[in-house]
């Protein structure tokens, strides 16, 4: 197996700026980047597509009835804006804002190396499918005998077998970002500046982990058979559980209150004090080993993320010392440094 993205990945940008007035600023720009497909040479890889007329068990291979596992896209391109403003009724303050753009190239670990929380399938390796089908074995009591497998040789699709599936949303889309900010900047003096503003992002397209096959609640203790039969597909494929699915779906965004205080060498004194709040919200922080808890239910599981850090201070502090003339070879070129950082705690899921 050798799978990888189309290796034509070209891309571009442009950008500029504009002096609308003396004291206004804009700057602008644009970006394309060619998002390619992943695709194997020896189009081995396959994904659950029940509804193609090729489908054999319900499995696809790339390079058969699909080109590639999930669809090209022609349309990344990510503008972006920003001005910087300087009133002149008012000196010492700045105003900046700006908007951007940013679309995401995802890497092979989602299709190939997913380790779901769920038992399900790693990747688009993993599946059942082809002439040499793969299988994921365990064995506790291994005793190592000279000229004999340490596992038994993989067999092809067995209908009386449980299997789970992997697979990779026909519809999937690249995931992008709007970053965005806007914020005053007041100077106090010639030696100290005070910065207060918002920073924020909103993401879509956000790859999640989601069980299209997922069994009804409280079938657990059913067995195999019979909790299958509670599965979206369980009558046409009646021996296949988990079928995990990458897909564009999540959302997230984040807000923050962002401030900062700076002074270079007041009486020998360079320092900054930082502080902002910030609350972020998703559907999924990480796709890998997570999974949505409910496939029926996407919203349900909306809430903080996983690295949420609700409060965080920071700051250094850098004094130059003053010298004596008396001994300067022992008295000059000294420095006390201090730097501290406090931040609140991340959330945490029993």
């Known amino acids: 197996m050798a799978a990888r993205h189309d290796p034509l990945r070209p891309s571009g940008s442009a950008a ?19 998002l390619g497909p992943m695709h194997d040479a020896l ?16 499995l696809v291979f790339q390079g058969g009835a699909i080109s590639s596992l999930y669809p090209r896209t022609f349309y990344d391109f990510s503008p972006r804006v920003g001005f910087a403003y300087q009133p002149t009724f008012s000196p010492g303050f700045v105003f900046r804002g700006g908007i951007g753009m940013f679309f995401d190239q995802p890497n092979l670990n989602p299709f190939l190396d997913n380790r779901p929380p769920n038992g399900g399938a790693s990747g688009a390796e993993s599946n059942p499918g082809g002439p040499s089908p793969v299988s994921s074995l365990s064995n506790s009591n291994i005793v190592i005998t000279p000229g004999k497998l340490l596992f038994p040789t993989t067999t092809a699709y067995n ?22 900010n806007f914020n005053v900047e007041k100077a106090l003096g010639s030696k100290a500046i005070f910065t207060f503003g918002y920073v924020g992002s909103q993401s879509r397209k956000l790859l999640s982990n989601i069980d299209i096959n997922q069994a009804a609640l409280g079938s657990t203790n059913l067995g195999t058979a019979a909790q299958n039969a509670t599965r979206p597909y369980g009558k046409l494929f009646p021996n296949y559980g988990t079928i995990n699915q990458v897909s564009s779906i999540g959302n997230s965004n984040y807000s923050s209150l962002q401030t900062t205080l700076r002074t270079t060498n007041w009486h020998g004194v360079t320092s900054q004090f930082s502080y902002t709040w910030a609350h972020g919200l998703d559907f999924l922080t990480q796709y890998r080993n997570a999974n949505i808890t409910n ?19 920071s700051s250094y502090i850098t004094y130059d010392v003053p010298g004596s003339s008396h001994f300067r070879p022992l008295t000059n070129g000294w420095q006390l440094n201090s ?10 899921t029993v």
């Not at 189009?43 to 319900?58: H, I, M």
């Not at 496939?295 to 201070?313: H, I, L, Q, S």
């Not at 730097?339 to 959330?347: I, Y």
């Open 43 to 58: 189009q081995d890889l396959s994904v659950f597509r029940p509804g193609t007329s090729s489908a054999v068990n319900g």
């Open 159 to 180: 209908p009386n077998t449980n299997y789970n599936l992997f697979s990779i949303s026909p519809n999937l889309r690249a995931a992008y970002t709007f970053n965005f």
């Open 295 to 313: 496939a029926n239910c996407v919203k349900c599981d909306y809430g903080n993320m996983d690295y949420d850090t609700r409060n965080n201070f």
């Open 339 to 348: 730097l501290l950082s406090f931040h609140s705690g991340q959330p945490y």
């Open 16 to 34: 500029d700026a504009y002096q609308v007035t003396p004291s206004l600023n804009v700057n602008y720009g644009l970006r394309y980047d060619y």
